[in-house]
């Protein structure tokens, strides 16, 4: 061990920075306290790398102080805010004035005067987030826990400080917290304060979207997502934030025939994707999304019962408006979504019938490099209550994989393309960007797919030039 990356790491370590924001505190006379979060997650053994300071006094100063004692560390200044923050290698600590807060109905922003601990505390959302331990000199390391935090987080309940009433409405985005906490940390939500939520889910609109979003995606990057989405619903926020998922809650039957609920169908593939898509925030998406249009294919007719045709192409175009109404990203992330919404069906669908390869291929091509999470997505999309029937799937499924792997393994399709593109055609024929471009490529794609000719430059040319003929185009 080299000793002197020894003592770097140990100056950057939480009890280190602690020690040196106690002695400085101390020299300007401020009382200061390590508070919220970090403190939740300490004692829960989470770890955290976000550290919330207050003191009674200028939490600005406090920082200049302690980023000019502190090795190897960045200072970054919130003046509107009376905030700052130091960043200690990878530690992000904000520091912040005790304060007491007002609000007025119609507005997040608070009027904010100086005040003591407690009243800091106060102000807080949840009681297992307003603990918090002293720093100062005489009473390090005392907890300060006012509103029996640690009993609450040794009870696994979220609970606010206060009315919850008042809690909610200073700050409706508190609402999303309380769900987003209960499905991170597998708590339950304390029954007044889910009445709170219940009773003040419309002031929920007055919140930033993207601040709605970014809880809205911790619940579901969180290990109990599917616990999330039903208090979302039951709270009567769903149908507030996200109404395309609330519709899908609900069984209609008509002569006696009812289809499956695709709201807790839905959670239900969610939660068997879990293990698979840890971290994968888009793959969750992409589960949850897919049987978006479900509602608005519905059909029933007395022959086959209730069908949903067409769901996976239609779900797939109302992915763009979905993800413009949330502000999630209208790239390349949202793109993958789509194509997993779109291709849903497919593997599932190659169960059912004798094989082809041409299938396969096909398959292979539109899912590319994604077809490993297609198909974790499309394994969990097998949710029969009926074991066998689930079993039989299953089997058919792994055959399916098998399959799949067999033809990549010979043929490479996944990142293939097809051995004369559109630029070729349009030198060859001396001809514009134009539809029949479009046609000439898809003929000459679709018939090596279907192994009606081999995937070589020389066939391909050959096949381009007998059905560019019969399209009437003629080389100059
Ligand atoms: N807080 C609050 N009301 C909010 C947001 C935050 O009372 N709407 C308080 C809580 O005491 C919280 C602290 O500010 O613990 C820090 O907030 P934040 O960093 O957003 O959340 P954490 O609790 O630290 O949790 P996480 O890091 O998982 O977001």
Known sequence: MNILEDNLTNYLKPEYVFKTISSEANKLNQQVYVIGGFVRDKILNRTSKDIDIVTLGSGIHLAKKISQKQKTSSL????????????????????????????????????????TIEEDQNRRDFTINALA?????????????????????????????????????????????????????????????FEAIIKNSERIKIVAQERITEELNKIILSNHPSTGFKLLEKSGLLKIIFPEFQVLKGVEIINGKGHKDNFYHTLQVLDNLLPHSIGNLWLRWAAILHDIAKPITKKYNNLQGWTFHGHEDKGARMVPSIFRKLKLPLDEKMKYVQKLVMLHLRPISLTNKSITDSALRRLLFDAGDDLEDLMKLCQSDITSKNKEKKIKYLKRFEVVKKKLKGVEDRDRIKNWQPPINGKEIMDIFKIQPCKEVGVLKDLIKNAILDGVIKNDYNQAKKYLFIKAKELGINEK
């Open 76 to 115: 970054k200044i919130f003046k509107n805010f009376g905030t700052a923050m130091v960043m200690i290698g990878d530690l992000e600590v904000q520091f912040i004035g005790a304060r007491k807060e007002s609000y007025h109905s119609g507005s997040r922003n608070p009027i904010v005067e100086n005040g």
């Open 133 to 193: 331990i002293s720093l100062n000199k005489d009473t390090y390391g005392n907890f300060i826990d006012p509103f029996n935090g640690l009993k609450d987080l040794e009870n696994q309940v979220i609970v606010t400080p206060l009315d919850p009433n008042i809690t909610f409405s200073d700050d409706p985005l508190r609402m999303m917290r309380a769900i987003r906490f209960s499905s991170q940390l597998n708590f339950k939500i304390n029954k007044s304060t």
